[in-house]
């Protein structure tokens, strides 16, 4: 098995390639890191009715901003094979705000689901979408026909 480093030259079959996040050149990040502590500020000056952002909040969203950045946090890897060191970002493993954390989380929910709760059978999953003037009107013709 090959190394998984950071290569740019022509690759042979099955070699495995680690290609580091850059979550600070994403738009999302770009737009928390600079709004993020105006936006603090600003609802913590709003009337007394409202309330300021709860802890929860402002802390994910500082959390997020910590996600997949070298400076924050990193373990060392080594590949015996090649020798070559190279350094992976901690991430905040939140699926609230984080795009790739939810992301993962999200494909090892369905890989557990797969493989340890759904019998071995094949599947058919079918959506009705509804346009949202049409919901409420459905919601209360349902909820006449079956009062539970």
């Not at 009337?47 to 997020?64: I, M, N, Q, T």
């Not at 493993?93 to 984080?98: H, Q, V």
């Not at 493989?115 to 949202?132: A, E, G, N, T």
Request: some cysteine; proline content about 5%.
């Amino acid at each position: 098995m090959s190394c998984p480093t950071i290569h740019t030259g022509s690759l042979g079959a099955g070699a495995h390639v680690y290609r580091p996040r850059r979550p600070e050149k994403t738009l999302l990040h770009k737009t928390v890191r600079q709004n993020l502590e105006t936006f603090l500020v600003a609802t913590d000056e709003q009337d007394d009715f409202r309330g300021s952002v709860p802890h929860h909040v402002e802390a994910a969203f500082r959390k997020y901003l910590k996600c997949g950045l070298l400076c924050h946090g990193f373990a060392r890897a080594y590949c015996a094979g090649c020798g070559h060191n190279f350094m992976v970002a901690f991430s905040c493993k939140n699926r609230d705000i984080c795009p790739s954390c939810s992301t993962r989380r999200m494909v090892e929910t369905a890989a557990h689901m797969v493989d340890d709760v759904l019998p071995r059978v094949q599947f058919r999953q079918w959506v009705l979408s509804v346009p949202k003037r049409v919901r409420w009107t459905m919601r209360l013709n349902l909820s006449s026909e079956f009062p539970f």
